[in-house]
């Protein structure tokens, strides 16, 4: 997400657990044995079984984030595994720790190497980015003056690599939120509504995938699976192939701006992806200022 400063970002991405689905009992025993290896299991956290919801500072180490050490322990990639890993001012971690993201984000998994042996910790998670438009935090606010110049607006842009932010599937510009309305009342739905269309959508993903091995939804399906099996409209899938060459999408961009239209079908409880669901999951995609 990005939005100028007080946008309300930390918000609601805590609120993101609470439409989630609840956890699984294999999921739960997933989250209970990867926090009682990391010494962070309590009483609490046994009984409420609610999935994870980890926001380390930005002043976190690689191993930190990622996991490692001389005994390695997981990091909050894996502390966060069938939760949610929240990183508030994303742009201002170093570009190297970031990066680390890149193995669990494609894999689900992270390898820590060393010269006796190799430890796999599970780091499934929904990633969750926040930052500023610009050092100042102004671009594009109306409330505003941004002071910075454009070449120090693309610096801070390049602080995350390209092939991180191609992985990377939805990048959403939240705008500034004024004063006299945040004491008003919303009218897009209560998290309780909002949660049961996730639910519906995720119970029909699970259908889907009750024949594929190790998969449960859409983000987690292989590429050319979604591709092949997923019920792609003939006009849906010439509008992405068109959007995909003028756009310059990778392969993994392809696919991945697959999945989500797929997912925006399954939410509109569409069996099929139309080209409007795949018109929607394209507004998503990043543009690729750095490799």
């Not at 309300?8 to 993101?16: H, I, P």
């Not at 680390?100 to 494609?106: A, D, M, T």
Request: glycine share 10%.
């Amino acid at each position: 997400m990005v939005g100028p400063p007080g946008a309300g970002k930390t918000m609601l991405a805590r609120r993101l657990p609470g439409i989630l689905p609840e956890l699984t009992e294999e999921e739960s025993l997933e989250v209970v044995a990867i926090h009682s290896v990391a010494g962070t299991l309590t009483s609490e956290a046994i009984a409420s079984c609610v999935r994870p919801f980890r926001a380390p500072h930005h002043s976190i180490s690689s191993a930190g984030l990622i996991g490692g050490g001389s005994s390695p322990r997981p990091g909050e990639v894996s502390l966060a595994h069938n939760g949610v890993l929240f990183l508030d001012e994303m742009l201002e971690f170093p570009r190297s720790v970031l990066d680390g993201l890149r193995q669990p984000l494609e894999d689900g998994r992270v390898v820590i190497s060393r010269v006796a042996s190799s430890v796999k910790f599970p780091a499934r998670f929904t990633l969750i980015g926040a930052t500023n438009p610009c050092p100042c935090g102004r671009l594009g606010d109306p409330a505003g003056v941004c002071t910075c110049s454009a070449a120090d607006v693309e610096k801070h842009a390049r602080r995350m690599s390209g092939p991180l932010a191609d992985r990377i599937d939805m990048h959403v510009t939240v705008g500034a939120v004024a004063l006299r309305d945040l004491s008003t009342a919303g009218g897009s739905g209560s998290s309780a509504s909002t949660r049961l269309r996730v639910a519906v959508a995720r119970d029909r993903q699970l259908k889907r995938f009750a024949k594929v091995r190790g998969v449960t939804c859409n983000a987690h399906a292989p590429g050319r699976w979604i591709d092949a099996h997923g019920d792609i409209g003939a006009d849906s899938r010439s509008m992405l192939q068109s959007a995909a060459a003028s756009l310059s999408l990778s392969a993994r961009g392809y696919h991945r701006t697959l999945k989500v239209a797929r997912t925006i079908a399954d939410i509109d409880g569409s069996p099929t992806v139309a080209p409007e669901h795949v018109a929607e999951a394209l507004r998503f995609r990043p543009v690729i200022r750095s490799i």
